[in-house]
């Protein structure tokens, strides 16, 4: 089950029609219903999962807020000096309340995805002390968008907390904000402010949002079909068998690599995007142009958006914050100044995110040393950005000059191909084996080069990627731009795409296409 199946492009038409027939109130239910069918045929009886994650949000929502309301009333004929303690006392239970809950999900996602690694990992520290303990596991089969929801139920109740929003009491609107079927697989990860007010609008199409939410899933169907499958069988070639290429060839697979993610993830959030808007749904945008990004830090707030301002505001700021933080910043600031006093606490926020960021996704050491991996080099920026900026202004450099951006992006980039490179590699000892042979037999090899699967035309394909993200990061919006064309030439240009995606689109025999990969996360 993916974005791209030929069920899904069946079912979103179908829907449409239902939807557009049906009265409003009844469109909100059937979104529901079409979001529950939808989880139903990818994971089948595990349903039940999303189910129960919908009432326990709703009961420990209700809690909180039902708490909140008794301190109000508690507090309302008060001296003022009791007022303080009521406040401490109610906020104290809040805060049980709260770690209850989000211990609760997350011990049924660690039971879902990490068991296994962690019993893995004491297995082999039994067998390094010659312990005579084995323990048995058998791996279970997580349900489908669980990574995704449990983090949506975080969000939720956090913020309730937080007096960011209030509990929503209506069952219903939770559970389409919960499972909302353009989301459910592979993001974004949305919060209550996003989208609970839009889903149970139940507004009816117009010509506007059903055009521009169908090209938004043309341009994911073009990244799919035309780019990320394409550049699959040259990847699969390379890291298979990555020890009979030479190290330019290597180099390539890891460019081709961070392409095929790329292409496959963010076109697959243009068809979730172009979804939610033919439906006048309007979600975050989980990409930003990240390779013009200046420095890997950047990178970071235009790849994966959401899950970097989960981790951001709900693990970082949190910690940064604390008690324990805030008096270790105090003591640091003084030795060691304002500029790298904080980045001491700092760095210890740093390191959880980028611990929790590497371990979502997936349970393995590869996916834990791709964390750190980002962790170094963003702490790395952080330490020298003084330094850098001092270097600059003595050697006159002006670092928004065109050629010191070209120098950012061309830097950055290499660091993201080899953190993607460890990502895709299955262990972290072929990612270092296969890092060493790029750079001791940097040379290309023609023959090796030709013997990939495809030929210099398909990374021609790339260009037209390129052009339309320059396009957007210079604040042109091709979509719009395209709309407000003639009639004619405006057709013209969305028949020639429909054509150039049936007819360049890698799929049939000899094309292996790729897997939703940030579904499994």
């Known amino acids: 089950m993916s974005y791209f199946s030929p069920f899904y492009l069946v079912m979103v038409p179908l829907l449409m029609a239902i939807y557009q027939l049906a009265s409003r109130k009844a469109r909100p239910v059937i979104l529901l219903l079409a979001s529950y069918m939808f989880i139903w045929f990818a994971s089948n009886k595990l349903i039940i999962y999303i189910l129960l994650a919908t009432l326990g949000i709703h009961y420990f929502g209700m809690w909180l807020d039902d708490l909140e309301k008794e301190k109000k009333a508690a507090i309302k004929d008060v001296e003022r000096s009791e007022r303080k303690l009521i406040k401490a006392s109610f906020k104290k239970k809040e805060w049980h309340v709260l770690i209850f809950a989000i211990v609760l999900f997350v011990i049924v996602l660690f039971a879902f995805k990490y068991v296994g690694f962690f019993v893995s990992i004491l297995n082999d520290i039994f067998a390094l002390t010659s ?94 079909y035309v780019i990320a499958d394409r550049l699959n069988i040259p990847v699969t070639l390379i890291f298979t068998n990555y020890a009979h290429y030479h190290g330019g060839t290597l180099f390539l697979g890891m460019i081709g690599y961070t392409m095929l993610l790329y292409c496959e993830f963010s076109g697959t959030m243009d068809v979730v995007i172009g979804t939610a808007q033919i439906f006048n749904i309007t979600l975050p945008e989980n990409f930003r142009q990240p390779f013009f990004a200046k420095n890997v830090s950047d990178f970071w707030t235009r790849w994966h958006i959401t899950l970097g301002a989960f981790f951001r505001d709900y693990i970082y700021y949190p910690m940064s ?36 960021n590497g371990l979502w996704h997936g349970a393995g050491w590869t996916y834990l040393f791709y964390g750190m991996y980002h962790f170094f080099f963003i702490l790395s920026e952080s330490l020298t950005e003084q330094l850098v900026v001092n270097g600059c202004e003595k050697l006159h450099i002006n670092r928004e000059s065109k050629p010191y951006r070209i120098f950012q992006s061309f830097k950055l980039c290499i660091f993201i191909f080899v953190g993607e490179m460890f990502f895709r590699a299955p262990t972290v000892s072929q990612g270092f084996a296969m890092l060493s042979k790029t750079l001791r037999d940097f040379t290309f090899s023609g023959k090796e080069l030709l013997k990939l699967g495809i030929d210099k035309y398909d990374y021609g394909v790339l260009i037209i990627l390129f052009a339309i993200s320059m396009l957007k990061e210079k604040k042109i919006n091709v979509r719009e731009t395209i709309a407000a064309k003639p009639i004619v030439l405006r057709w013209s240009i969305y028949y020639a795409f429909i054509i150039a995606v049936l007819i360049f689109g890698a799929y049939g025999v000899g094309y292996l296409p790729v897997a939703p990969i940030y579904a499994d996360f």
């Open 131 to 224: 312990a005579p303990v084995f323990i048995k596991y058998q791996k279970i089969i997580a349900p489908i968008g669980i990574s995704y929801y449990t983090l949506q139920c975080i969000a939720y109740l956090s913020d309730i907390y937080l007096g960011k929003i209030q509990a929503e009491r209506n069952l219903f609107k939770l559970a389409l904000y919960l499972a909302f079927f353009p989301c459910i697989m592979e993001g974004p990860i949305v919060r209550a402010t996003d989208t609970l007010g839009q889903l149970t609008n139940g507004e009816p199409l117009n010509y506007h949002n059903v055009t521009f939410g169908i090209q938004r899933m043309g341009w994911g169907l073009f990244k799919k």
């Open 321 to 356: 914050l604390s008690k324990p933080l805030k008096a270790l910043t105090k003591k640091t600031r003084a030795k060691l100044g304002n500029h790298y006093g904080p980045l001491v606490t700092g760095a210890i926020a740093l390191f959880v995110v980028w611990f929790c």
